[in-house]
Antibody
Framework: QVQLQESGPGLVKPSETLSLTCTVS????????WSWIRQPPGKGLEWIGY???????NYNPSLKTRVTISVDMSKNQFSLKLTSVTAADTAVYYC??????????WGQGTLVTVSS | EIVLTQSPGTLSLSPGERATLSCRAS???????LAWYQQKPGQASRLLIY???SRAAGIPDRFSGSGSGTDFTLTISRLEPEDFAVYYC?????????FGQGTKVEIK
């Protein structure tokens, strides 16, 4: 059974960089797309971007200038960096897997609060 | 980007009743690439339906999806206690992928 687990700081200061890692267990990171999705408190889900295991990426245009997603196949992990954060970036951040299709596995999510 | 509008925002029903959830797209969803997910607090979201009407592996047949183009429906034929949750539709036919704002199915 494939499992995804997000990890990283739960509190980030305004203007700093949010960094999260998703660890994949029970399966290889190869041959799939790996996404980050977020959900601000009381709001809906927003796709942030994805990386293919080979390293190619696609980002949401609304966040493109601030987002970097990378993959570490040796650790079966992929990561998110979001720069210049503000309170509007406070959200539960999820990682998820997909083939060229829907998200078939999700992490449980991790809350990141942007506050000084 | 494609905007997905779900209705109603909240559905109050009793176990055993039928739930009908709607998802309307601002433009046609390419290839009817529309999925439905179930979300419960503290748990990983679960894929229920993909391609508008195909059930994901292990999903009970009380869950069914229908629709095409811009109008889609998720039906839960008889609600079980474990079905009370938030449900999201999502289109993956056009980038950026987008989600609806969710429908909460609560116990009446």
């Amino acid at each position: 059974q494939v499992q995804l687990q997000e990890s990283g700081p739960g509190l980030v200061k305004p203007s700093e960089t949010l960094s999260l890692t998703c660890t994949v267990s029970g399966g290889s990171i190869s041959s799939y797309y790996w996404s980050w999705i977020r959900q601000p408190p009381g709001k809906g889900l927003e796709w942030i971007g994805y990386i293919y295991y080979s390293g190619s990426t696609n980002y949401n245009p609304s966040l493109k200038t601030r987002v970097t997603i990378s993959v570490d196949m040796s650790k079966n992990q992929f990561s998110l960096k979001l720069t210049s954060v503000t309170a509007a970036d406070t959200a539960v951040y999820y990682c998820a897997r997909h083939a060229p299709g829907p998200y078939d596995y999700w992490g449980q999510g991790t809350l990141v609060t942007v506050s000084s | 980007e494609i905007v997905l509008t779900q209705s109603p925002g909240t559905l109050s029903l009793s176990p055993g009743e039928r739930a009908t959830l709607s998802c309307r797209a601002s433009q046609s969803v390419a290839n009817n690439y529309l999925a439905w997910y179930q979300q419960k607090p503290g748990q990983a979201s679960r894929l229920l339906i993909y391609g508008a009407s195909s059930r994901a592996a292990g999903i009970p047949d009380r869950f069914s999806g229908s629709g095409s183009g811009t109008d889609f429906t998720l039906t839960i034929s008889r609600l079980e206690p474990e079905d009370f949750a938030v449900y999201y539709c999502q289109q993956y036919g056009t980038s950026p992928r987008t989600f609806g704002q969710g429908t909460k199915v609560e116990i009446k």
